[in-house]
């Protein structure tokens, strides 16, 4: 069983950045994908990065609205992934969520949100235009 818990939210500018860290407990596995979710007021939870180690090195995928604004890494001797956001944008506030999945991922199961066994309890960001 794993553990996740978020920080580095905050309220910041528009043009800005902040830099989101996950911190796992428990029962981890450094080949398996973790990743990053938003949900804003309203809307439902969506896939922002993700990272995994594939059969040819570690791998990240990046939603299409965060591409060359935000940088997901992950360190495994420290259990630990982060989210670097620059550029933010108004659009950008939400509620970011750390997942961490408990078996290998392929595919579209990636950007699943029902594939991924493990949440933290999320942290704001709001960003002013």
């Known amino acids: 069983q794993v553990q996740l818990v978020e920080s580095g939210g905050g309220l910041v500018q528009a043009g800005g950045s902040l830099r989101l860290s996950c911190a796992a407990s428990g029962r981890t596995f450094s080949s398996y994908p973790m990743g990053w979710f938003r949900q804003a007021p309203g809307k439902e939870r969506e896939v922002v990065a993700i990272?995994?180690?594939?059969?040819?090195?570690?791998?990240?995928y990046y939603a299409e609205f965060v591409k060359g604004r935000f940088t997901i890494s992950r360190d495994n001797t420290e259990n630990t992934v982060s989210l670097q956001m620059n550029s933010l944008k108004p659009e950008d506030t939400a509620v970011y969520y750390c997942a961490a999945a408990d078996r290998r991922l392929d595919g579209s199961a990636l950007t699943t949100l029902s594939a991924y066994a493990a949440w933290g309890q999320g942290t704001q960001v709001s960003v002013s235009s």
């Open positions: 990272t995994w180690n594939g059969w040819s090195g570690d791998n990240t």
